[in-house]
């Protein structure tokens, strides 16, 4: 008996995309490393996120998310998860690997994140690393 390769795929369920996750190698995630970076790096403030920075031990740019409750649902700490998983993929980590700064960054939810969209997001966090960046070549 044969199968066709379609009917193998079927079986198995739906493959995850390549490409369109944060590479392991990018993300922070151990628990002294995520307290090292908050405690040694630098702080920026923003409307809906604080933003840690620190030097990269390793020597490439890392990033880390933490969605506090704030009295919210697990679909809500979630959603903002994923937004800010996706900017820091599509926008933070190749900004730092173009201008060779090897930091590790924590985004930290504030409770203003839950309610914002997408674009305020975005357009917040690459403000706040265009100051970071600014810092960081003096």
Do not use: W
Not at 51 to 71: C, K, Q, Y
Not at 107 to 131: I, N, T
Request: glycine share 6%; net charge positive.
């Amino acid at each position: 008996m044969t199968r066709s390769v379609a009917s193998d795929e079927a079986a198995s369920g739906p493959r995850p995309r390549a490409g369109f996750r944060l590479p392991r190698a990018a993300r922070l995630r151990k628990t002294r490393e995520i307290r090292r970076t908050m405690r040694e790096g630098r702080r920026s403030r923003g409307r809906f996120v604080d933003v840690f920075s620190a030097p990269s031990l390793p020597g490439r740019p890392r990033v880390g998310i933490i969605a506090p409750r704030h009295g919210r649902t697990a679909v809500e700490r979630n959603r903002v998860q994923r937004r800010l998983t996706e900017i820091a993929r599509l926008d933070l980590l190749p900004a730092l690997e173009t201008g060779r700064l090897d930091l590790d960054l924590i985004l930290r939810a504030k409770p203003a994140a839950y309610e914002a969209s997408y674009r305020k997001l975005h357009v917040a966090l690459l403000a706040l690393m265009d100051s970071l960046e600014a810092v960081c070549a003096r």
